[in-house]
């Protein structure tokens, strides 16, 4: 990638946010991806905060191009916690990506996973939403805790940090 104009060194190398020139992908995010494509399979990305688990869905996202709509929603937004709670309880079609999961109530915890559960025994056929969920640490333990049998149909990844390949990959490209 050739960039045409001088860029700040904080504009490369972001702290918050999307990073768009430094992005790395973590060695298993082919894995992640694959699970994201799969219809009716839930997602479960988690990890310390700050690791890259909501950039990661994002270029998944963008690197799919699907056709599929994503809403992508905060459990940090008083708003969005309204939405999720109507796509439990109304089981709302489409594809979800529900951030910082772990900030629900657990009763809004457990529909979401009774939920998932049953979108992954039907697939397609039950016309039922996708949901990727991102939280920090241990946010698939706490989900099989409240759906145990929830645990063998979900892809729960933790982001993997960039070894050396991938961090030459990254440079080779620049």
């Not at 060194?9 to 946010?17: D, I, K, P, S």
């Not at 892809?155 to 960039?162: F, M, T």
Request: hydrophobic share 40%; proline share 5%; aromatic share 6%.
């Amino acid at each position: 990638m050739i960039v045409s104009s001088k860029l700040l060194l904080e504009e490369v190398f972001v702290t918050e946010g999307v990073p768009e020139f430094t992005f790395v992908e973590p060695p298993n995010f082919n894995e992640i991806l694959l699970d994201v494509r799969r219809p009716g399979k839930p997602v479960i990305l988690e990890g310390q905060s700050g690791t890259g688990k909501t950039t990661c869905v994002r270029r998944i996202l963008f690197h799919l191009q699907d056709g599929w709509q994503t809403e992508y929603l905060s459990a940090r937004l008083a708003t969005d916690v309204s939405r999720i709670q109507a796509i439990a309880t109304e089981r709302l079609p489409g594809r979800f990506v529900i951030d910082d999961f772990h900030r629900l109530s657990v009763g809004v915890q457990g529909a979401l996973a009774d939920l998932a559960k049953l979108a992954a025994e039907l697939g397609t056929e039950g016309n039922l939403p996708k949901l990727v969920i991102i939280g920090i640490n241990q946010v698939g333990s706490d989900l099989i805790q409240l759906v145990p049998d929830i645990a063998k149909r979900t892809g729960i990844h933790r982001i993997k940090p960039g070894g050396e390949e991938e961090i030459q990959r990254l440079i080779a490209e620049a």
